[in-house]
Nanobody
């Protein structure tokens, strides 16, 4: 069974940067669509960023465009989220997600993904 493990979360001041990582256990890593979502207390899970298994396309939520960058290293079975110009409203638990099947759900929808990590907390202080 595929397992995802996030790391790199923490406390950062507003305007700062942070990079979080997600290691995927499955050797066929390069066949997965990969995404990042976040969820703050009392809110729904929000799409942050995603990358197609072909690596030719990346997608971002409107609130993070121009500040966050998703990337992947297939040799390390790892996907990264580089977060710059962080704001207090970016505070949330960040989840890594992987899609192994073709679905009708858009890549920005949680329903597109079938495997999730446990999440890593990112806190941005003002």
């Amino acid at each position: 069974q595929v397992q995802l493990e996030e790391s790199g979360g923490g406390l950062v001041q507003a305007g700062g940067s942070l990079r979080i990582s997600c290691v995927i256990s499955e050797r066929t890593f390069s066949w997965y669509d990969l995404g990042w979502f976040r969820q703050a207390p009392g809110t729904e899970r929000e799409f942050v960023a995603a990358t197609r298994w072909t690596q030719s396309s990346t997608y971002y939520g409107d609130s993070v465009k121009g500040r966050f960058t998703i990337s992947r290293d297939d040799a390390k079975n790892t996907v990264y989220l580089q977060m710059n110009s962080l704001k207090p409203e970016d505070t949330a638990v960040y989840y890594c997600a992987a899609a192994r099947r073709i679905t009708l759900a858009p890549i920005s929808s949680p329903g597109h993904y079938d495997t999730w990590g446990q999440g890593t907390q990112v806190t941005v202080s003002s």
